[in-house]
Structures are given as structure tokens and as C-alpha cells.
């Protein structure tokens, strides 16, 4: 029997394990604001969809999760999760009230 050393192709799983459970509401607000930010500044695509990047972000930021951990375990780079974090963190700061 041999063994399958890499993921089947096509998948799209976000690895994170948290005991801290991340409400759906704020997965689909994060979410659409990335969407609306993608859209206003015409990025082509992303490695990933706007919701799992979300989902990273939040882990980095809530958990602080290690860069290289995240990367590995989603199959990018640690630059580009550090990218999508301060991106995220723009967002939301640019929303805050001042």
C-alpha cells in the first residue's frame, strides 16, 4: 500500500485548530470587507477567498498564531500572511470611530 505524501488537488482547507471559537458574524463582516476592499482596489485574485483569509488574519491576531504556521499549514508564505494581517488591520482601523 503506498502512501499519498501530498493534499489532493484542489482542496482549499484553512488548517487552524482554536479553542477560542470565532463567531460566523465576524468570519462574514471581515469577510466582506475584504470583498468590497478587493473589489475597490481591482485585485485580480488571491491565493485564497476573502472569508479564509479572514479566518488567518484572526487567528494571527486573536491567537497569535505564528506567521510560519499559518503559511505552512495553508500552503503560502509567511510574507503573504503578514501582508493580509496588516491589510486586515488597515480595514478595521479604517472603520473605527475616531
Not at 463567531?23 to 477567498?49: E, M, V, Y
Amino acid at each position: 500500500m503506498s502512501k499519498k505524501t501530498s493534499p489532493a488537488g484542489g482542496t482549499e482547507t484553512v488548517v487552524y485548530q482554536s479553542s477560542l471559537q470565532l463567531s460566523t458574524a465576524t468570519l462574514t463582516f471581515l469577510g466582506d470587507l475584504l470583498r468590497g476592499h478587493l473589489k475597490k482596489i481591482r485585485s485580480r485574485w488571491r491565493k485564497l477567498p476573502a472569508g479564509k483569509i479572514a479566518t488567518i488574519a484572526l487567528a494571527v491576531l486573536r491567537h497569535d498564531q505564528r506567521l510560519a504556521d499559518m503559511a505552512g499549514g495553508n500552503h503560502i508564505s509567511a510574507t503573504t500572511v503578514r501582508r493580509w494581517v496588516l491589510e486586515v488591520i488597515e480595514l478595521l482601523a479604517a472603520r473605527a470611530q475616531r
